[in-house]
């Protein structure tokens, strides 16, 4: 039986197998992007930064094999910025997108990041409040940091260091 959680999203998760994306995955992961982001980053961009040393994309593939959703990590020094998460349409409010956010964290906390922040559209209730049920916390805005249409970003920080100090 599948309900809605607190947040809104499914408790229920879609089984999916998370691996490190690869060039196999660029055509599916660019057209993810065209079908989420007004501004999507294009297949060369995605290239690009699968030879960046200081960020880590990941994909969960669907029982079929196919990408049901991807999400990118670039780390400097202790502190990580989460660039993208994105999710099929039919695939969304399934637990995609915190599976892929779970991996995550668990990378932040074992290599002992001091924080991971990351930016979201103002209006992406769904996002913020899975982050928010993460930790993530609100801590400033980017003024009409997107375009197609103009929104404001929401800046959200999930503050690690105090995790650390207790362990």
């Known amino acids: 039986m599948t309900r809605e959680g607190v947040y ?12 490190p994306m690869n060039g196999d995955h660029l055509d599916e992961v660019a057209a ?3 079908a989420c982001f007004s501004d999507p980053w294009s297949r ?4 690009e930064e699968l030879e ?7 994909v969960a593939l669907d029982e079929q ?13 202790d502190e990580g910025c989460i660039l993208n998460v994105a999710v099929r349409p039919d ?12 991996v995550f964290l668990d990378f932040a906390k074992g290599n002992r ?7 979201v559209r103002a209006s992406n209730y769904a996002a913020i409040a899975l982050y928010g049920s993460r930790g993530f916390r609100g801590v400033g805005r980017r003024k009409n940091y997107y375009e197609h249409p103009r929104e ?5 920080t999930l503050n690690l260091s105090g995790e650390q100090e207790k362990s």
Do not use: S
């Open 65 to 77: 094999g196919a990408v049901a959703g991807y999400a990118g990590l670039q780390v400097v020094l």
């Open 8 to 19: 809104g999203f499914m408790e229920n998760k879609r089984k999916v197998r998370i691996v």
């Open 52 to 58: 960046n040393d200081l960020a880590a994309f990941l």
């Open 91 to 102: 695939c969304r409010r399934q637990g995609v997108a915190g599976q892929l956010l779970q």
């Open 32 to 34: 993810l992007e065209r």
């Open 113 to 119: 990041l001091a924080f991971l922040t990351l930016e």
């Open 44 to 47: 060369n961009m995605l290239a």
């Open 152 to 156: 404001d970003a929401v800046i959200m």
